[in-house]
Every structure is written in structure tokens, then in C-alpha cells.
């Protein structure tokens, strides 16, 4: 892919704030784009200052929410370079999430590649750790048309922003709701492709959650409303007397995670029995009541790591550890993030280092 490049002069490129830039509430200076047209494929791609973009009020994607994204982030290592985590299972995410929503796929090399040329033109936009800089990767249906279809023109485009501390809890437990009344996502559903609607489904609850004091929402299975799914934007495990991590398998309504794929595997390396089961709601609460369960935590690549403190259900609230961060919890969360960091050795292959320049 050839990338056209037209980057801001110096002088009118802007400061990165240093500090209390919050959860990607500003972006960096530049976009990569690139466009889909039916017969034509992708084409004219470019890396641009960061844009508005101008849409029809008839464009597909306003109506019939054809739209995936990715969520992934840049890491400053010690040495100065700059470390990606498993991007290629990002990309690789990206293209599945468009095959459900009947998108066309992208090269993933060259969206990897595009990520990383768009990286090094606003380096000096990674912050220095425990932050990070953001990427999100996006895909619209831009076909100016109200027809139920699928779109034939679409707009690829990554922007960055750096990014705090996902909770304004920080590295401390978070409340969890349990939803009984509504549901995410259903098998045969979109639950396992990172699409808008999935999210715009989700906020009413959000909102009710909220009010009653938790940060984020716990989903059950569609069908029965037994089985534990996952939390918001985050995939949940559950510890059994210190050494069991039990995640909800993959139900085609579950979103795959990368942070839980990395779990997994990094659980295992740790000496910890690892296993992915239905996880029936009232026998899990029933194990945090009895202490068998001694922690829960949510994973993802926004908190990495976010121990749960609490669930709500119904009028009844199940304190889990006594709202403290466990060692499990704990020690995941070291490990992660010296590997994304670049302050362990990367033993299992994750990263991909792009120059400090
Ligand atoms: C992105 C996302 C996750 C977490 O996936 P990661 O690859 O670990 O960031 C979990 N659930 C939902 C619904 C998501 O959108």
C-alpha cells in the first residue's frame, strides 16, 4: 500500500498535554484514511493532519449503524522505543468484526503498517508510563444511500489519543451491577464483533447502573439469563482459593478478547490452573458468599486489569475480598504491563517495537 503523506510544519503542530488528559479526550495530530469503493477497492491512502470529516445526512452509516472499530495502544519502554501489544490479533479482530457486518476486509499488514507510520509522525504523543496513547482503528459504510444494504463505499481511518487511567478508580476495585432485565448480545447476534450498536445497546443500562453507584454493568446470557458473559467493555475472570482463573467461554455472544487471550496463556506460564467454563451467576455468587471465590476481575486494553470490588444483584450487594485488590489480580496486572511496557523481557512474542526516532 502506497501511504501519501502530508504532515503539519513544526510550528503549527501542538503541544501533547503532559498530564491530566483523562481517557482519549484529545488526539494526536494526524489520521491515516483510506477508501473503499465497490470495483475499485481500497484506495487513496493517506496520513493527514487530523480532520473533520463531511458526511451526506443520507450516508449508510448514520442510518444502519454499518460501523466496527479496534482498541489498541503504544507503550513507552524504558529504552525509548515504543512498544505495540499482539496489534497483529487486533487486525486480525478488525477484519472478522467487518466480515459479520458484511464490510470489506482490510490488508492486515498494511493497516498494521499504516498504524505504525502514523505512530511515528506524533511520537512525541506517547506518554510516559503508567500512560499510554490510544489507537482506534474504524470503519464506516459511507454509500449515500437509504436501501437496507450493504454499503458499497466505505472509510477506513486510525486515530490516537493518549490515555489515562481508564477508572476514576485507578488500579483499585470497581462495582459491578448484574443486568436481569436486559441483554448485550445474543448467539447468532453481533456480540462477537466490536460494532457501535453492540455499545449504543448497552448505555441505558449503563445509565441505570450508574445511578445506583456501580461503574459498569455485568451481562448474562441472552437466552436464560444464567450464564455470566462479560462487563462492559471488558471480559471477566473469577479466582477460586488463590490459584483457579475460570473465564466464561466463548459463546458467539461474547467479545474475544485480546487481554483474555493474554490471561490465559500468562496464567498458565504463572503456575495458575487456567479454564474457560460456563459460569452459571447464582453458583458464582454463591462462591464469592462462601469465600471459595477470593477474586474477580474484569480484562481489557483499556484498565488491562480491573479487580471488582462488588456486585450488585437485584437489592443485594456481594462484597468480594473485602473491596481490596488481590494478589492474583495483582500480580496479572505487574506482569501485563511489564510486558507491554518493555520492562520484562517479552517472552511470549507479544510486542512490536517501533524506534523512539
Ligand atoms: C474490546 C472489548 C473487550 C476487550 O477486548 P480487548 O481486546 O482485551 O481490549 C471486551 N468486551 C467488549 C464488549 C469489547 O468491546
Given at each position: 500500500m502506497h501511504i501519501e503523506i502530508k504532515t503539519l510544519d513544526k510550528s503549527e503542530r501542538t503541544a501533547p498535554p503532559?498530564?491530566?488528559?483523562?481517557?482519549?479526550e484529545t488526539f494526536t495530530d494526524h489520521m491515516f484514511e483510506q477508501h473503499y469503493s465497490q470495483g475499485n477497492g481500497?484506495?487513496?491512502a493517506t496520513i493527514q493532519p487530523y480532520h473533520n470529516i463531511s458526511l451526506d445526512p443520507a450516508t449508510a452509516v448514520l442510518h444502519y449503524a454499518q460501523t466496527i472499530f479496534e482498541g489498541t495502544k503504544a507503550y513507552k519502554r524504558p529504552d525509548g522505543k515504543i512498544n505495540l501489544f499482539r496489534p497483529w490479533e487486533n487486525m486480525r479482530r478488525f477484519n472478522e468484526s467487518a466480515q459479520r457486518m458484511a464490510m470489506p476486509v482490510v490488508d492486515e499488514e498494511d493497516h498494521l503498517q499504516a498504524i505504525v507510520q502514523l505512530i511515528e509522525i506524533?511520537?512525541?504523543?506517547?506518554?510516559?508510563?503508567?500512560d499510554s496513547l490510544y489507537i482506534r482503528p474504524v470503519m464506516i459504510a459511507t454509500e449515500?444511500?437509504?436501501?437496507?444494504?450493504?454499503?458499497k463505499n466505505y472509510l477506513h481511518y486510525v486515530i490516537l489519543g493518549p490515555a489515562g487511567?481508564?477508572?476514576?478508580?485507578?488500579?483499585n476495585p470497581i462495582p459491578v451491577y448484574i443486568c436481569?432485565?436486559?441483554?448485550?448480545?445474543?448467539?447468532?447476534?453481533?456480540?462477537a464483533a466490536k460494532t457501535g450498536g453492540n455499545y449504543a445497546a448497552s448505555l441505558l443500562v449503563g445509565q441505570e447502573a450508574a445511578s445506583r453507584g456501580y461503574s459498569q454493568v455485568l451481562w448474562l446470557d441472552?437466552?436464560?439469563?444464567r450464564f455470566v458473559e462479560e462487563v462492559g467493555a471488558m471480559n471477566i475472570c473469577f479466582v477460586y482459593e488463590g490459584r483457579r482463573i475460570v473465564t466464561p467461554q466463548?459463546?458467539?455472544?461474547i467479545l474475544p478478547g485480546i487481554t483474555r487471550k493474554s490471561v490465559i496463556h500468562l496464567g498458565r506460564d504463572l503456575g495458575y490452573e487456567v479454564s474457560e467454563e460456563r459460569v452459571d451467576v447464582h453458583e458464582m455468587l454463591a462462591g464469592v458468599k462462601s469465600g471459595k471465590i477470593t477474586e474477580v476481575f474484569g480484562c481489557g486494553t483499556a484498565a488491562v486489569i480491573a479487580p471488582v470490588g462488588k456486585f450488585g444483584y437485584g437489592d443485594e450487594e456481594i462484597v468480594i475480598n473485602n473491596y481490596e485488590v488481590g494478589p492474583v489480580s495483582q500480580r496479572l496486572y505487574e506482569e501485563l504491563t511489564a510486558i507491554q511496557f518493555g520492562r520484562t523481557e517479552d517472552r511470549f512474542g507479544w510486542t512490536y517495537q517501533i524506534d523512539g526516532g
Open positions: 503532559s498530564d491530566g488528559f483523562g481517557f482519549c481500497w484506495h487513496s506524533d511520537r512525541n504523543w506517547v506518554p510516559e508510563p503508567p449515500v444511500a437509504l436501501g437496507v444494504r450493504a454499503s487511567t481508564y477508572f476514576k478508580e485507578g488500579f436481569e432485565d436486559y441483554r448485550r448480545a445474543v448467539q447468532g447476534g453481533t456480540g441472552a437466552v436464560e439469563g466463548l459463546s458467539g455472544s
